[in-house]
């Protein structure tokens, strides 16, 4: 419904990654004004946007009106502020004009336990009270087709530069050695510059090109198939890369990448993709389906123009997610005038997360070596700054291991325990 396309203003509620939802249809029957609102945010969110959604007003007798004459959808919401027995008996006429394999999902206003259990007998999916966040609407519908026995997902966090050579691989990596290696976190690096990537000569490997074989695959892509095509570099890290020469052209499809990452992430906990500085839809798409961005800039005017562009872009592409993050790379090049930290902080309307110095000493001795900077100068500066902004990124990774199901009423009662479920 159109009319009901109003922007309340919303928080990110999510630490742990929400499973997409599939290519589902969806109709909704809300209850109130409100409710619509706030489904309309979720049907506009980035893990929702492969779904149809339709969104309506009147809640149960409306649907049951609907389907006299049209078929049901895969997932039919219905909310209503009905007691108990009412809702039963809602349910019982709506059943008659309901397809079997319909998921229907209940927003209800009452926190009732009896309820939800003679909902669930009843075949009900799910019974949601209200309010939810769109984040957790979105979650709640996502896991009505995510096996819970899956792997948990990973966080996929992608690393891209506001222009190319301001460092953002080397920080990629350099972060990922670090969550691997002092954090003990299985890390994944997926490196998206097949042609010209550097992830493999900065771990002093061969490139093996392994993704290139699953691109020309994106349906078959298993983990096995991933679990193959990978490089080891260490006891927690991996990599999965392009062949690095300029032999092969590449047609790269944003949604070969998706399929791709989706099984990636299923690996290991932590996924950190390598995002070239390029402007395509398969880049897009990428960027904006990920857990965390973070941009690397110099503090130049086309450096602070470009991620400009890319902070706004992505805000308003995941309006529902956290806001890029910004690492200043390269600061304090001798001679070169500079924008201040300050400045460009203000200027983009987003404070760094770390400031790296320009120390061409360390990381040309790591790049020559192919080793990563905590082994060539533990004591420098930018190591060091390079050392928090890994914990950053492990910061945001609690709750990973565990996905919270906290959306239903259910949560909070000890019974309901994720086990009995
Ligand atoms: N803080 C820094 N000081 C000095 N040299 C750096 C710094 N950060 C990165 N470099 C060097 O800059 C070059 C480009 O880095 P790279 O990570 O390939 O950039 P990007 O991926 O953004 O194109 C590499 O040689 C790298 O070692
Ligand atoms: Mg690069």
Known sequence: MHNLAT??????????????????????????????????????????SRAHVSIQLGGIPAAIQYYQTQPTPNVLVIETHSNREQVMAELMRLSEVCQADTKVVVLGHVNDVLLYRELIKAGVSEYLVAPVSPVSFIDSIANLYHDPKAAPLGRIVSFVGAKGGVGSSTIAHNIAWITSQKRNIDTIIT????????????????????????????????????????TKLGDKLSLLNGPGTVEREFNIEAHAIESILNVVRSSAPLVVVDVPNMWAPWIKQTLVNSDDIIITATPE?????????????????????????????????????????????????????????????SFGLAQGNGQMLFEVAPKAKATEALTEIAAIVVGQQKGTAAKPKSKSFLANLPIFSKKNK
Request: aromatic share 4%.
């Open 7 to 48: 922007e309340p203003t919303l928080q990110a509620t999510s630490e742990a990654p929400v499973v997409l939802v599939p290519r589902i249809e969806l109709h909704a029957f809300c209850d109130n004004q409100q409710t619509g609102q706030l489904l309309q945010v979720a049907a506009t969110d980035r893990r929702m």
């Open 191 to 230: 490196d998206l510059d097949l042609a010209f990537g550097t992830a493999a000569l900065n771990f002093n490997q061969d490139s093996t090109g392994g993704i290139v074989d699953a691109l020309g695959q994106p349906d078959r892509v298993d983990s096995m198939l991933v679990e193959r095509l990978m």
């Open 301 to 361: 005017l086309p450096s602070l123009r470009n991620a400009k562009n890319l902070v706004d872009f992505l805000k308003s592409a995941r309006a529902n997610d956290r806001p890029p993050k910004l690492i200043l790379n390269q600061v304090g090049v001798p001679k070169r005038p500079e924008i201040s930290p300050a400045d460009f902080a203000k200027a983009l309307g987003v404070d760094p997360i770390a400031v790296v110095p320009h120390d061409p000493q």
